[in-house]
């Protein structure tokens, strides 16, 4: 089945405390990206990458950082978190930039 | 970037048809129009795409006029279940923005 899947679903932390959401997709897609959804603010994008080795910022970055190693993985480090981090994370994948979009299940972040 | 623009909410009752619309006067020449759905504490899904005049699939069609600067979504009889949030996007899908609630009424 093609499929983004994301890991943990849920986590609490405490600020500072070094951690990765993974994100992996089945479909041989070239571009993945991650968003942030908070209330009232839609789906920001933090960082996006068009191929293996090729990342780029996006409308929100500051604070995290990403790594595209593999093609099918895009995970998404938090060095430092802080509660303004605490939100709803979304991966996302698609062949292309201008393509459709396949987005993850969500991985609900809570940073204390 | 093409900025989009769409009403926050919208409200409908079921068996009615739906038409939202986003302006984006900023489209780029070789940008297609994207619409996706979400439902709470779901990833957004994609609906429809298209760059101009009318595109029509088994949920949805897709109207854009000549000058591309706006577009309209339209949902056909709508349901309950049709109950989400829906966002326009134009070019590479950098920001959803805050995108149209749609609530479907029994």
């Known amino acids: 089945e093609a499929q983004v899947t994301q890991n943990p679903r849920y986590l609490i932390t405490v600020t500072g405390k070094k951690l990765t959401v993974t994100c992996s997709q089945n479909?041989?897609?070239?571009?993945m990206s991650w968003y942030r959804q908070d209330p009232g603010l839609g789906l920001r994008q933090i960082y996006y990458?068009?191929?293996?080795?090729?990342?780029d910022k996006g409308d929100v970055p500051e604070g995290y950082k990403v790594s595209r190693k593999e093609k099918r993985n895009f995970p998404l480090i938090l060095e430092s978190p802080s509660p303004n981090q605490t939100s709803l994370y979304f991966c996302a994948s698609s062949f292309g930039g201008q393509e459709t979009q396949y987005f993850g299940p969500g991985t609900r972040l809570l940073v204390l | 970037l093409a900025k989009t623009t769409q009403p926050i909410s919208m409200d409908s009752y079921e068996g009615q048809e739906v038409n939202i619309t986003c302006s984006h006067n900023n489209i780029a020449t070789n940008d297609y129009i994207t619409w996706y759905q979400q439902f709470p504490s779901q990833g957004p899904r994609f609906i429809i795409q298209?760059?101009?005049t009318k595109v029509t699939n088994e949920v949805a069609s897709l109207f854009i006029p000549a000058d591309r600067k706006s577009s309209t979504l339209s949902l056909p009889r709508v349901s309950l279940s049709d109950t989400a949030v829906y966002y326009c996007l134009a070019r590479r899908a950098l920001t959803f923005g805050s995108g149209t609630r749609l609530q479907v009424q029994p």
């Open positions: 479909m041989n897609h070239e571009y």
């Open positions: 298209g760059y101009k």
């Open positions: 990458s068009m191929n293996v080795e090729v990342t």
